[in-house]
Structures are given as C-alpha cells and as structure tokens.
C-alpha cells in the first residue's frame, strides 16, 4: 500500500511533466512519474515527432529516465491528462515488463485519481516466461 503523501507528491510531479510536453501535433499533453522503493520520483512528458511513429509516450519516457540513471526498483506509475486517458498498448506493456505489478494512477488535470494495477491495465501479458522453452 502506497501512502497518501506519496501518491500526492507523485501525482502532482506528473502534472508539472504536462507543462514540459512537446505535443505540436496532437495537442494532447502527457505528463507521468514513478514512484521507486526508495521514494525517488522520476518524471516524463509525452514527446511528438513530425514521423508520428517516432513520436514516444510519458509513460514510457518516465521509464526510460529512471532506467537510465540506474533506479529499476518501481513502486509507482502515475499519468496525467486533461481527461484522464489511459496508457497505450505499447505503454503497457513496458509497464509490465519493466515495473512488474505496480500500482498506476490515472488522473485528469482536475485531480480525479482512478487507481488500476498494472496487471489488470495488461491481462495475460507477454513476457519474458513466455519466451522459455
């Protein structure tokens, strides 16, 4: 269980990541953080490219920053848009194969928090014991 001190402060981190978005496109702005065992909190935005499959999501980028700078213990993801959207496929699928089962905190810009797990966010997912023999 995740105290509530730490999913405000998680929450709130990645709604300061929706002002550093780079979404020309779209418009569609995306903040994300997580949340690591050591209570590190590690931030991303959304990131378009004119080659939209270029183009990589906050959750992902948040990911990839705490991964980069050698933190792979997560406790926590948090999203947040203007309307609450959920993650990607793509995007659930690193969560899963990245963070294990996490909580993640889905929010909109007005601070309704929906709460999912990671599991349920990716049922049966593809995995490294998938690729076993």
């Not at 709604?15 to 590190?40: C, F, N, Q, R, W």
Request: net charge positive; proline share 4%; glycine share 8%.
């Amino acid at each position: 269980m995740i105290k509530k001190h730490l999913i405000k402060k998680l929450v709130d981190h990645a709604m300061s990541m929706i002002d550093k978005a780079h979404a020309p496109y779209s418009k569609y702005h995306v903040g994300a953080s997580v949340l690591m065992d050591d209570e590190t909190i590690i931030g991303g935005c959304n990131i378009e490219s004119s080659s939209y499959g270029l183009t990589c999501c906050a959750e992902r980028i948040a990911i990839y920053n705490a991964i980069s700078g050698g933190l792979t213990s997560f406790k926590a993801l948090a999203v947040v848009t203007k309307n609450g959207g959920f993650p990607c496929g793509a995007c659930r699928q690193v969560i899963w194969e990245q963070c294990g089962n996490i909580p993640v905190f889905i929010t909109n810009k007005n601070g309704k928090i929906i709460e999912k797990s990671s599991a349920s966010l990716l049922p049966e997912a593809f995995d490294k014991k998938k690729l076993s023999p």
